[in-house]
């Protein structure tokens, strides 16, 4: 660019040798380059402030997208024809498909949630960065106070003060553990007439308790789904409780699932698929069930592998009342989900 203007300002020059030089020509000349610099530097610094831009921007959006992605993945399907406690209060814990509550907030940052319904009870038990904590939803207070704490904690709570989670009254007490530390905190309250609800958390103190006790929304509804079916149940059984649980520790959400079927007449069992970090069964033993070999485990489990997943039918313990023969005929109507990876899917 300097090359060209020196050429203009040379021929210039040459013209005019010998006579008295008229500076205006000249002086008009680079007025005119230097402006045509000037608008091409400013449209350079322009493009490149837009890309820098661009760029910022897409940052800020893969960001929030990545995290959305991780929260939503700890989270049951939606479930928008169902409705949520509020408005049905009676419902809760009656369908073994369905949970009449979300939790997206209380459970965001977790690294794994276990989602519960059936038998008049629903519940997410989550644990990670945030914590670990268990909320639990029933139908009776009896039935809430009746629950097994899953929570360590050393036995010896304060008493009761009254709290406030939203509008509703409630109560509230801790138990400090021996080491000083975040003691084990429980928040009860009735979130709408005719149910009862327990908050148990390890928080710092009764403030940062009842918060995460409002972060749950009874307006809403989502679905119990675990990726296979029980095609074949024996005479006069039902679905009684579905639990799944969900984990970021994997490339897809699902770590396991377990389904209760039983009858009126007290007889139930469990069905639980996991996905254990070492696959070391190979399908082999001595029953048949359906297309499956069947493996027992002492007299009360029986076994199958259908990959990836190890697939367990418990009889006592986790059941009463069946037989073998009846687990066997449970086993061999087990089908997988085509998409193991999708909870929508299931």
């Not at 500076?23 to 380059?33: D, E, M, N, T």
């Not at 459970?107 to 794994?112: D, F, K, L, Q, T």
């Not at 059941?319 to 929508?344: C, K």
Request: proline share 7%; charged share 20%; glycine share 12%.
């Amino acid at each position: 660019m300097s090359s060209d203007l020196d050429q203009r300002l040379a021929v210039m020059l040459d013209a005019h040798a010998g006579a008295d030089v008229d500076p205006a020509p000249i002086v008009a000349q680079a007025v005119l380059r230097g402006r045509h610099l000037r608008r091409r530097r400013r449209g350079l610094v322009t493009s490149c402030v837009a890309a820098a831009c661009a760029v910022v921007a897409a940052v800020f959006m893969v960001v929030p997208l990545g995290q959305t992605a991780r929260q939503t993945a700890l989270l049951l399907p939606a479930s928008p024809n169902q409705p949520g406690a509020a408005e049905r209060p009676d419902l809760v814990g009656t369908d073994p498909a369905v949970v009449h509550f979300t939790a997206d907030n209380l459970v965001s940052g977790a690294r794994y949630a276990t989602w519960t319904t059936g038998r008049g009870v629903e519940s997410v038990e989550f644990q990670g960065g945030t914590g670990q904590a268990r909320f639990v939803l029933a139908g009776s207070a009896a039935m809430l106070d009746g629950l097994r704490q899953t929570l360590s904690s050393s036995g010896r709570p304060r008493p009761p003060a009254g709290v406030r989670v939203g509008e509703r009254p409630g109560t509230a007490w801790v138990d400090p553990g021996p080491s000083g530390g975040s003691g084990l905190w429980f928040v009860r309250w009735q979130p709408v007439d005719g149910l009862w609800a327990r908050l148990e958390i390890y928080a710092d103190d009764r403030d940062e308790a009842v918060g995460a006790a409002g972060r749950v929304r009874f307006d809403g509804a989502r679905r119990c789904a675990v990726p296979f079916r029980l095609q074949s149940l024996p005479t006069g059984a039902r679905l009684l409780e579905c639990s799944v649980q969900l984990s970021l520790r994997r490339s897809d959400p699902f770590s396991e699932g377990s389904l209760v079927v039983g009858d009126s007449s007290g007889r139930w069992l469990t069905v639980r698929a996991q996905r254990p970090a070492v696959t070391a069964g190979d399908g082999a033993g001595d029953l048949t069930a359906g297309p499956y070999r069947v493996r027992r485990q002492g007299s009360d489990v029986l076994e199958i592998w259908v990959k990836p997943c190890k697939v367990e039918l418990f009889l006592d313990g986790r059941g009463h009342g069946y037989t073998e023969s009846d687990g066997l005929g449970v086993l061999g109507g087990y089908r997988p989900a085509a998409a193991i990876a999708d909870p929508g899917a299931w």
